[in-house]
């Protein structure tokens, strides 16, 4: 067996560097308290604090989402704190004590290494490492969704409201066989799909999520078979364009989508909802009409009208 380019082997003669002596971790019981003196000693670190970023860790921390990962707390030799005071800071404003691996002794240098080459895990990455797969049109539709339920309805897709990657891959896992249903209902490309080149999939799948999801947290499951079923019909329908006439709403956005080949975002999400709360309500829509309000429509769930 012939070794792989580009790796390198170690023989007996080869040195490896040493691990400092001093350099030591160990996992804490980190309380708000020991938090505030942790941050006590990062006055030389020149790191901005997110106050975002610490707010999207406390709301981890205060709904259980946080845990371990092995990223440490980390103090140089001379025991100034050079990485974790977003963590640090995340623990004070929660109040909640939180396990932690502290690193000590590290390299002065070592400062200038700590987060220049990292990527940001995705919800794709961890989903897969649980043996999930979902499209890309599905993960982005549950985090317009997501931001629907549970934020500001503002004309730019709700982004007031941060979504934190434990919750947006949480409700992933908890939904995926229904939005994996109701994407590949929204894939199936045959007759005139060039409303998909103007319009993107997570948009148009945005109406119908908002609804299973909605009714599957009322604990209704009827109602949410129900809406699924609704929810596929719907999406078919601007997919493939059979048996459609003026009149269907389906339609009607299939030929919206065909007329606006660079709508925005909100523009987009906007002409999905209007076409799904015809559809939900049973009536018939012959044109849909943009109108700039600055908030996005309410979602109308499906009834008895869509059976």
Known sequence: MQPK???????????????PPRLTSTWEWVTPELAEQYLALGARNPRKLNERHVLLLAEQMERGQWMPNGEAIVFDVDGHLIDG??????????????MM??????????????????????AMD??????????????AAV??????LTGERNANLITNRSIN?????????????EVTTLCSAIRMKRAGSGIFRSIPH???????????????????????DRSLE?????????????????????????????AHRNPTRSEALEASIIAWNAFARGEELRIVRNYSTGTVREVVYSSEKTK
């Open 5 to 19: 380019k580009n790796v390198v082997f170690l023989t007996d003669s080869d040195t490896v560097e040493p691990i």
């Open 230 to 258: 609704a929810g596929v019909r719907f999406l078919s329908g601007v997919a493939t364009g059979v048996e459609l006439s003026v009149g269907s709403p389906m339609y009607a956005l299939r030929s919206w989508g065909m």
């Open 143 to 148: 985090k317009v969704a997501l931001r629907y």
């Open 165 to 177: 990657p434990a919750e947006h891959v949480a409700t992933m896992d908890m939904y995926h066989d």
């Open 85 to 98: 005071q977003h963590r640090l800071s995340a623990i004070v404003l929660v109040g909640k004590p939180q």
């Open 202 to 224: 997570a948009l148009v799948l945005a109406p119908t999520v908002i609804d299973v999801m909605y009714h599957s947290a009322s604990s209704n499951k009827i109602h949410c």
């Open 126 to 139: 961890t989903l897969r490492g649980r043996g999930r797969e979902m499209h890309t049109s599905a993960i």
């Open 101 to 122: 691996l502290v690193a000590r002794g590290v390299a002065r240098e070592a400062r200038e290494t700590i987060d220049i080459v990292q990527r940001k895990r995705t």
